[in-house]
């Protein structure tokens, strides 16, 4: 079974640090683009921030200058550093990869989500 696991939420002040660090595990062949997104209370899921496999990455305008995302190849593991943080960055967030894994003696591909985990902000 392939599956991401995100872990690093928390409750934290205005103006303050986090980092989320998610890790893919199973039978996977490939990873490509890996991300983050995030989800409000009422709000749909937005996209965060995104890196593809050989480190190029895609920032919310949002989040750009405070938030930056890395990955390490060689532990599927994809990690988003938060500075500054904003009580709007209060959300839950979910790591999303985009993946070729083993499913049987046959590859599939798909795209994976982790099950989320909380930021808040407090002011």
């Known amino acids: 079974q392939v599956q991401l696991v995100e872990s690093g939420g928390g409750l934290v002040q205005v103006g303050g640090s986090l980092r989320l660090s998610c890790a893919a595990s199973g039978r996977i062949f490939r990873i490509r683009d890996m991300g983050w997104y995030r989800q409000a209370p009422g709000n749909k899921r937005e996209l965060v921030t995104t890196i593809s496999s050989d480190g190029s990455t895609n920032y919310a305008d949002s989040v750009k200058g405070r938030f930056t995302i890395t990955r390490d190849n060689a532990k599927n593991t994809v990690y988003l550093q938060m500075n500054s943080l904003k009580p709007e960055d209060t959300a839950v967030y979910y790591c999303?990869?985009?993946?070729?894994?083993?499913?049987?003696?046959?590859?599939?591909?798909?795209?994976?989500w982790g099950q989320g985990t909380q930021v808040t902000v407090s002011s």
């Open positions: 999303n990869a985009d993946l070729t894994y083993y499913s049987g003696y046959y590859r599939s591909t798909g795209d994976l």
